[in-house]
């Protein structure tokens, strides 16, 4: 199976900043990846596929990038709505597999 | 809008078993892939099993694998998980998704999730 390393586990950021997660994949998935984020008690949200692909709906203050084993999503100007845990997946090959995950909290 | 509606989680002793559902609506049922994803308390989501759009494919996690069977009845817009010979790992949220619109094998809506329990 592909395993997926996010890091940070977390992190402390105030409104307006600008945050950055990292996921590497054991292999190279070229850019089968997509990013989601989750809200205590709620189910995880599409925000990015195809590596940097915008999810329809989404603010484009989320970002991503990156392709083979290493990806990155930034959030510019952090807002309120946006505290909340944040997963990679990739979709190269089953069995899919997703990153530990970022909880990205209030400083 | 698209919906999908869980049920059929509970509390279950080990070795047991327990059959979910998901509802769908608001998207043509019959040509989607569909997924379930559970996440156990304070983890991470792990993809569990994946049923093509006619039953033509499916696949399965290996810690699930020869325990649950996933099925769909495209008359009915549902689409079910048979678990059996339960374990205390295999507590956790079960969520229901299909597949993206334009990108197979990622996730673009989910359920609200139906919490199965494994404990004596």
């Known amino acids: 199976a592909i395993r997926m390393t996010q890091s940070p586990s977390s992190l402390s950021a105030s409104t307006g900043d600008r945050v950055t997660i990292t996921c590497r994949a054991s292999?190279?998935?070229?850019?089968?990846l997509a990013w989601y984020q989750q809200k205590p008690g709620k189910a995880p949200k599409l925000l990015i596929y195809?590596?940097?692909t915008l999810q329809s709906g989404v603010p484009s203050r989320f970002s991503g990038s990156g392709s083979g084993t290493d990806f990155t999503l930034t959030i510019r100007y952090l807002q309120s709505e946006d505290f909340a845990t944040y997963y990679c997946?990739?979709?190269?090959?089953?069995?899919?597999?997703f990153g530990g995950g970022t909880k990205v909290e209030i400083k | 809008q698209v919906q999908l509606v869980e049920s059929g989680g509970g509390v279950v002793q080990p070795g047991g078993s327990l059959r979910l559902s998901c509802a769908a609506s608001?998207?043509?049922?019959?040509?989607?892939?569909l997924h379930w994803v559970r996440q156990a308390p304070g983890k991470g989501p792990e993809w569990v099993a994946f049923?093509?759009?006619?039953?033509?494919?499916?696949d399965y996690a290996d810690s699930v694998k020869g325990r649950f069977t996933i099925s769909r009845d495209n008359s009915k817009n549902t689409l079910f998980l048979q678990m059996n010979s339960l374990r205390p790992e295999d507590t956790a949220v079960y969520y229901c998704?299909?597949?993206?619109?334009?990108?197979?094998?990622?996730?673009?809506?989910w359920g609200q999730g139906t919490l199965v329990t494994v404990s004596s």
């Open positions: 998704a299909k597949d993206h619109a334009v990108t197979e094998d990622l996730f673009d809506y």
């Open positions: 608001g998207f043509n049922f019959r040509n989607d892939g």
């Open positions: 049923i093509g759009h006619d039953e033509n494919k499916k």
């Open positions: 292999q190279g998935i070229n850019s089968y």
């Open positions: 195809a590596a940097s």
């Open positions: 997946q990739q979709y190269y090959g089953y069995p899919l597999t």
